[in-house]
């Protein structure tokens, strides 16, 4: 079974709308504006991306992203592993950056329980709340920025399940204020 691991920019009170810059949020690129640029705080991005066999996305973060990541030579890992976007509405994916449409978070299980290495999901707050009220969320990667953001697509849903137990395994705090918070889901 492969290992499902949720990654998001999150402020603390659970928001993880346009932190870069996203078009239509009125607090956009909140991870920049105003925290000083730490890159010690950024080194789980790039350990994810040599950690990670394949990437995971929702359409709305696909379709954000596949213009622009092919480009980046900072995501050439990402660029060259295998990607799957969960969507009931793409018709076909991006030629610019291939992927493989799933339809369902049931198709998410299946692949979780194919042979190989983990999945990364980035972005994709409605997907990674979907994961996890389904129960398929192994861990997560959070950098918890020091900013209230309010209103905003969050991190987690607001649906009415039974607890889910989480494992601290790695914790640092940055001199800006960011915090990188790892944790195993409990099963």
Do not use: C
């Amino acid at each position: 079974m492969r290992t499902l691991i949720v990654t998001a920019f999150v402020s603390v009170d659970g928001v993880m709308e346009a932190p870069g810059g996203e078009a239509d949020y009125r607090n956009t690129g909140w991870t920049f504006k105003d925290i000083a640029f730490d890159p010690a705080a950024y080194e789980i991005k790039g350990r994810e991306q040599e950690e990670a066999a394949a990437l995971l996305l929702g359409r709305t973060s696909y379709e954000a992203f596949a213009p622009i990541w092919p480009t980046m030579t900072e995501f050439a890992g990402y660029n060259a592993m295998p990607r799957y976007v969960v969507s009931t509405t793409l018709e076909r994916d991006d030629e610019r950056w291939p992927a493989t449409i799933l339809r369902s978070v049931d198709e998410v299980a299946a692949l979780r329980e194919t042979d190989g290495g983990p999945i990364a999901v980035h972005g994709s707050a409605t997907l990674g709340a979907s994961l996890a009220d389904a129960g398929l969320v192994d861990r997560y990667h959070l950098l918890v920025f020091p900013v209230l953001l309010g209103a905003g697509k969050r991190l987690f849903s607001a649906a009415d399940k039974d607890k889910t137990m989480l494992r601290l395994v790695e914790q640092e705090a940055y001199p800006n204020g960011i915090q990188k918070q790892v944790f195993d889901v409990v099963r």
